[in-house]
């Protein structure tokens, strides 16, 4: 029953800036670790960002500085602003999340949202 759906996703000039969330639904216990990933054209899935449910963050190299993971566990939701976007950024981001059904100690699964494209071009 548990959906993770993505959302803010669009063509930005280079320089601009994009808010991407992920949201979680459905029947759960817990959201735990939350992360975003992206795949470019022709290449692999990457990790971009990943976040605790403590707010612990990490970035790739390639985005520190530029990107912002954020979480708000009320609403079982998570963010990611992206600001001085470049070309190489351009890619499908896809929501990641760690999700207890019941709150048993590693009762956990991971799901995957449907992804949102970010195309940064001029």
């Known amino acids: 029953q548990v959906q993770l759906v993505e959302s803010g996703g669009g063509l930005v000039q280079p320089g601009g800036s994009l808010r991407l969330s992920c949201a979680a639904s459905?029947?759960?216990?817990?959201?735990?670790?939350m992360d975003w990933y992206r795949q470019a054209p022709g290449k692999q899935r990457e990790l971009v960002a990943t976040?605790?449910?403590?707010?612990?963050?990490n970035y790739a190299d390639s985005v520190k500085g530029r990107f912002t993971i954020s979480r708000d566990n009320t609403k079982n939701t998570m963010y990611l602003q992206m600001n001085s976007l470049k070309p190489a950024d351009t890619a499908v981001y896809y929501c990641?999340?760690?999700?207890?059904?019941?709150?048993?100690?590693?009762?956990?699964?991971?799901?995957w949202g449907q992804g949102t494209q970010v195309i940064v071009s001029s």
């Open positions: 990641n999340a760690i999700i207890s059904p019941n709150g048993l100690s590693g009762d956990e699964y991971e799901y």
């Open positions: 459905g029947s759960f216990f817990s959201v735990y670790t």
């Open positions: 976040i605790a449910t403590t707010g612990h963050t």
